[in-house]
């Protein structure tokens, strides 16, 4: 796969949700920050993908801040 091929990092995305333990990645990753116990927890997202983790800790975990930063030409 080349991520900088448009059309292969378009079928990456379409499929990295339903790839194999990847929800309870995003779960474990998102347990350990709450067990930070951090009441002023930023997330900074430098673009290593369509950005669903960042998602998920936003939205699913709540937080309120998140920075991203993007390079796709996509």
Same mark, same amino acid.
């Given at each position: 796969?080349?991520?900088?091929?448009?059309?292969?990092?378009?079928?990456?995305?379409?499929?990295?949700?339903?790839?194999? =333990?990847?929800?309870?990645?995003?779960?474990?990753?998102?347990?350990?920050?709450?067990?930070?116990?951090?009441?002023?927890?930023?997330?900074?997202?430098?673009?290593? =993908?369509?950005?669903?983790?960042?998602?998920?800790?936003?939205?699913?975990?709540?937080?309120?801040?998140?920075?991203?930063?993007?390079?796709?030409?996509?």
């Amino acid at each position: 796969i080349d991520l900088s091929d448009p059309q292969d990092a378009r079928e990456w995305e379409r499929t990295a949700q339903a790839r194999p =333990g990847r929800a309870d990645m995003f779960q474990a990753i998102g347990r350990a920050l709450v067990e930070l116990g951090l009441s002023d927890l930023r997330i900074l997202n430098l673009g290593s =993908g369509p950005g669903f983790l960042v998602a998920y800790l936003l939205g699913g975990l709540g937080w309120p801040d998140g920075f991203g930063l993007l390079s796709s030409t996509i």
